[in-house]
């Protein structure tokens, strides 16, 4: 049976939602409770923006709010943020250690591709870091041809389309 391959504009979740969903997390975990108004300050935006975002959210049954109006997450919206900060977390530590970025440029990129991972492409990158921290990569291979390309702007200038995709 085939898996219907979601691309990043069709993903449930946007990077705005994301910061929206974290945020209500770690404003319960460091206060006990989430207001719009908490939020909005923690976020520099409006209280407007924050509370049309909200809707938003409780309507993907991912944000609740109590009658004292505090907001907390909902099974699912507590399930969807646990999965991006072990994403955030995987490709932090992948972009720092493996790829060579700055702490600063992957804190940055993670951020920006935390939410974009399926639980397939999550589940790989945990099992290659675990096997890359246990030394159990002996030989790392790919199925991209880089030799003919002496540095990145080389590779670049060849890209044509996405004919790498089949």
Not at 13 to 30: C, N, P
Not at 88 to 114: P, Q
Request: proline letters at 0%.
């Amino acid at each position: 049976m085939d898996k219907k391959i979601h691309h990043t504009h069709e993903n449930e979740l946007t990077h705005s939602m994301v910061h929206y969903l974290l945020t209500i997390h770690k404003l319960r975990e460091v206060n006990g409770y989430a207001r719009v108004t908490d939020i909005a300050k923690d976020l520099n935006l409006t209280k407007g923006s924050v509370s049309t975002a909200v809707n938003n959210l409780k309507k993907k049954s991912l944000v609740e709010e109590n009658e004292s109006k505090f907001l907390m997450l909902s099974a699912r919206g507590h399930e969807e943020v646990h999965k991006i900060l072990s994403s955030r977390t995987l490709l932090f530590y992948f972009l720092k250690d493996v790829v060579g970025a700055s702490e600063e440029y992957a804190h940055k990129d993670s951020c920006l591709m935390e939410h974009l991972l399926s639980n397939e492409t999550r589940t790989g990158l945990f099992n290659f870091m675990k096997k890359l921290q246990m030394g159990e990569l002996k030989e790392l291979k790919t199925s991209i041809d880089l030799e003919k390309y002496s540095n990145i702007d080389e590779f670049l200038e060849d890209q044509k389309g996405d004919t790498y995709l089949k």
